[in-house]
Nanobody, 122 residues
Framework: QVQLVESGGGSVQTGGSLRLSCAASGRSFDSFLMGWFRQASGEEREFVAVIGWNSGSAGYDESVKGRFTISRDYAKNTVYLQMDRLKPWDTAVYYC???????????????WGQGTQVTVSS
């Protein structure tokens, strides 16, 4: 059974930094896409960043490009999201998600964590 457990959320001021972690367990994540998504209050969930577990290739939403960095640690089976120069509109619940790239054709990822709150104050 796949488990994704996020941690590292919190409250910071504008311009601050946070690092989110996603501990993944329950299976091999070879060939998986590991993504971060976020959902602000009253808004739809949106894509933030993705990394290929094997390739390490990363992609970002334009709104976070140059400020956020996604990475993964094989030994710890963990995916990270380093968030720098945070802005109030980054405030949201951040979710880690996983999807087998071999079966993915778009839409929702198959596996999700419970989310962690990030609050950025001005």
């Amino acid at each position: 059974q796949v488990q994704l457990v996020e941690s590292g959320g919190g409250s910071v001021q504008t311009g601050g930094s946070l690092r989110l972690s996603c501990a993944a367990s329950g299976r091999s994540f070879d060939s998986f896409l590991m993504g971060w998504f976020r959902q602000a209050s009253g808004e739809e969930r949106e894509f933030v960043a993705v990394i290929g577990w094997n390739s390490g290739s990363a992609g970002y939403d334009e709104s976070v490009k140059g400020r956020f960095t996604i990475s993964r640690d094989y030994a710890k089976n963990t995916v990270y999201l380093q968030m720098d120069r945070l802005k109030p509109w980054d405030t949201a619940v951040y979710y880690c998600a996983a999807q087998d790239a071999r079966t993915y054709s778009g839409g929702e990822y198959d596996y999700w964590g419970q989310g962690t709150q990030v609050t950025v104050s001005s």
